[in-house]
Each structure stands twice: as structure tokens, then as C-alpha cells.
């Protein structure tokens, strides 16, 4: 399905929070696309839930916006979203023009989306996001962080000049990786290949961002789509652009019964918050089975730690689910930071260091003590500081 004639799109969603307002759902949305109309409804639906619209602008791909919108969960609701059926902006009929809607954009180009930069100007003066409006909000109203119930988001006026990274431009670029072992693995998957890049960053989800030494290796990269197009969804430059909130989270779920300890349990289980990334597959060799940890792909910062009921046959298990604290980085990020810790910033560098090494761990005709002079004296010729040393010593 195409673009209307105005270029939007509909989409009916159920199963929103209560108390929602259409400004809370509009900036919720802005992460798939440009957000040019929120409607709430007062009534339910149906089925008792509340139900709202979202349009989009500037769709190019339909089906991938409705891919990417499946299963998103709204704090603790799952919603429904659908392509709205007889909707004039779905059938290309005529429309009433949207005026001053001014949503942020939070999703980058095409992808991502970059049309409506995201500068907290979505209609309101700095008055109004600060709170300094001529409605004031008596503080008798407001309670435990919340405005006659419904929660209160706390607001930041960014600068319009604030550009970080700006000195990457033409220099790196951004990717979603297709799976989490693709992520873990991509430092070694860059070697396989024989790509000149100088530093991978971890963007949080699936995203990272490579740097490359210029701009010549850089689009060589991006030439180079027979390479890269198995590794990632999506891939472009890095401009300024936003991503959408996402993160890996390592749930360990407790108490599944022994009969029930079963793959597609824990993909059921994981499926209530997110994407399944992970789920492990000998678990009848494990030693402790009272916990089993699988990763998720959500798309909100608040910890997972809940419980779950289990339905089998004629019996109900209530398990609990808890989110790792710990903040989780891929392995690919290990060796490279290893790297930056003992100074070995150059690329060429690094290569030389790695091929050295590697020849030393596997000649099986070195003694230990003169594996480590010979360290020793590589380290020095390299300019590698003298207290990283015991850090090339230990991957031995």
C-alpha cells in the first residue's frame, strides 16, 4: 500500500493506559515516524478498552511501519495497532489540512525519521513546559509525582545549538544489527572482512555506530552493501539523526515448574515484554533450573520485575519475573576497550598488535618466559603504557 494523496497514514490503536491524553500518545508514536494527528477517544471499545488514532505523515513503507509497531507495549499495556480501515488518509480521499501539529520526531530518516528535529517546540512556549503558564497547578493536585492520578513528566529545554558528536559527520555511521549474535560478534565480523574502521560505540538495543579514519573508508564501507547487508536492517550515515528508545534486558525467570521448562515457554513469557532475542536451549543440562535467564528487546526504561501466571491445562503457576540490574554491553566492545585502556588508538596499531599476539598464543614452541620478554619488548616498541602491560600478559 502506498502514500495517500496527502501523504498520511491512519492507524487505530487499542488497549491504551488510562487517562492517556493524545499528547502523551503522540509523543509515545514519534519514534516510528512523523506524527502529524492524535485522536483519544473518551469511550471505550468493545472490549472495554480505551482506543485511540495516530497518523502518520510521510510513510514510505507501510508495512514495515506496522512490523516495527507489533506488539510495542505502553508501560505495562500491549497495544493493538492496526491500519485503520475506511479511513479517508488510507483510501487517498480528501482531508481537512493539519495545522500546527508540530509532534516532535524522535525516529530519524527514512528509518529513523529527520524531517521534524526533535527541540521540545511542539506548540508550547518555554513558559508552558516549564510549568509557568497562567493555568498553575495548585501543588494540592499534584501527589507523589502524579497530576489527579495520572503520572507527571518531568521536562528539559535542550539549546537548539547542542549538536554532540557533531565532528563524526562523514565519519561514521549508524546500524540496527538483524539479531543479537550478530551484535555480539561484530568485532570479529569487521575483521573477517577486512574492514578499516576505527571504533565501534554501542547505541543501546541493536544500534551501533562505527567510525571509520575518513570519509573515502567510510563510503567504501557503504558501498559495500554485498558486505554489510546480512549484519544489519538498516544502515546509514550518522547526521544528527535520533533513534528510538531501545535496550537488551537479561530477564531470569523464577519458579517455572520442571514439566514446564520448555523453549516455547520462555519465548511466551519473554513476548509479554518485548522482543525475544535469546533463549537457551540445553536447559535439561543445566545444574540450576530454579532460574532461567533469557534477553529481550524492549522499547521502555523501566525495569522489568513482575509476576506472571503460567495457565497449564487445569492449573495456574504464578512465576516471577526480574530484570538483571546490571547494564549489559556487547562482547564485541570488550577487545576494543581493552585497546583505548592501553593507549593503542591507531587502527594500523591495533591490527599489528593483534596479528602479534595471536602469532604468540599459538606457538606452541615458546616458553612462557620468553612469551613474556618477548611482550615486553613488543609493548615498548608499540609505545604501549607500561602499567597495561599485565593486560596483554593475561590474555594469555
Excluded at 500518545?25 to 477517544?41: D, I, L, P, Q
Excluded at 512490523?67 to 500491549?78: A, L, P, Q
Aim: glycine share 10%; aromatic share 10%.
Amino acid at each position: 500500500m502506498g502514500e495517500s494523496s496527502l501523504g498520511l497514514l491512519k492507524f487505530f490503536v487499542s488497549n491504551l493506559p488510562d487517562r492517556c491524553s493524545s499528547v502523551v500518545v503522540g509523543e509515545f508514536f514519534s519514534v516510528f515516524g512523523n506524527v502529524a494527528r492524535v485522536y483519544v477517544a473518551r469511550k471505550r471499545d468493545k472490549n472495554g478498552n480505551n482506543f485511540g488514532f495516530v497518523t502518520f505523515k510521510g510513510v514510505k513503507d507501510v508495512k514495515e511501519l506496522e512490523g516495527r509497531m507489533k506488539g510495542v507495549k505502553m508501560g505495562n499495556f500491549k497495544l493493538q495497532v492496526n491500519l485503520a480501515r475506511f479511513a479517508a488518509e488510507n483510501s487517498g480521499g480528501s482531508s481537512a489540512p493539519v495545522v500546527g501539529t508540530g509532534l516532535p520526531n524522535r525516529s530519524g530518516s527514512d528509518a529513523w525519521g529527520q524531517g521534524n528535529v526533535y527541540g521540545l517546540r511542539d506548540g508550547r512556549s518555554y513558559s508552558d513546559v516549564l510549568g509557568k503558564n497562567k493555568g498553575k497547578v495548585s501543588s494540592a493536585s499534584v501527589r507523589d509525582g502524579e497530576l489527579d492520578g495520572a503520572p507527571v513528566e518531568r521536562s528539559v529545554v535542550v539549546p537548539d545549538m547542542i549538536f554532540a558528536f557533531k565532528d563524526l559527520s562523514g565519519l561514521a555511521v549508524i546500524g540496527r544489527t538483524v539479531n543479537l549474535e550478530t551484535l555480539v560478534d561484530f568485532d570479529k565480523l569487521l575483521r573477517i572482512a577486512r574492514v578499516v574502521f576505527t571504533r565501534i560505540q554501542y547505541l543501546g538495543g541493536l544500534f551501533i555506530m562505527i567510525s571509520f579514519p575518513d570519509e573515502p573508508e567510510m563510503k567504501r564501507f557503504l558501498d559495500g552493501r554485498n558486505v554489510w547487508g546480512p549484519w544489519f536492517d538498516k544502515l546509514e550515515p550518522w547526521a544528527g539523526q535520533s533513534l528510538p528508545l531501545e535496550r537488551v534486558a537479561w530477564l531470569k525467570l523464577h519458579g517455572i515448574p520442571l514439566n514446564l521448562l520448555d523453549d516455547d515457554v520462555f519465548m511466551q513469557v519473554g513476548e509479554l515484554f518485548g522482543k525475544v532475542l535469546f533463549v537457551p536451549k540445553d536447559t535439561d543440562v543445566d545444574m540450576d533450573l530454579s532460574v532461567v535467564k533469557i534477553g529481550v528487546l524492549v522499547g521502555e526504561a523501566k525495569r522489568c520485575n513482575e509476576a506472571v501466571s503460567l495457565r497449564w491445562k487445569n492449573k495456574v503457576f504464578r512465576i516471577w519475573v526480574e530484570e538483571e540490574l546490571e547494564d549489559w554491553v556487547p562482547d564485541c566492545l570488550e577487545f576494543e576497550g581493552m585497546w583505548q585502556l592501553m593507549g593503542l588508538r591507531s587502527w594500523k596499531v591495533k591490527k599489528q598488535s593483534k596479528s602479534l599476539l595471536t602469532l604468540m598464543v599459538f606457538h606452541t614452541r615458546l616458553s612462557l618466559p620468553l612469551m613474556c620478554t618477548r611482550i615486553i619488548m613488543f609493548s615498548s616498541h608499540l609505545g604501549i603504557r607500561g602499567w597495561a602491560i599485565p593486560s596483554l600478559l593475561l590474555i594469555l
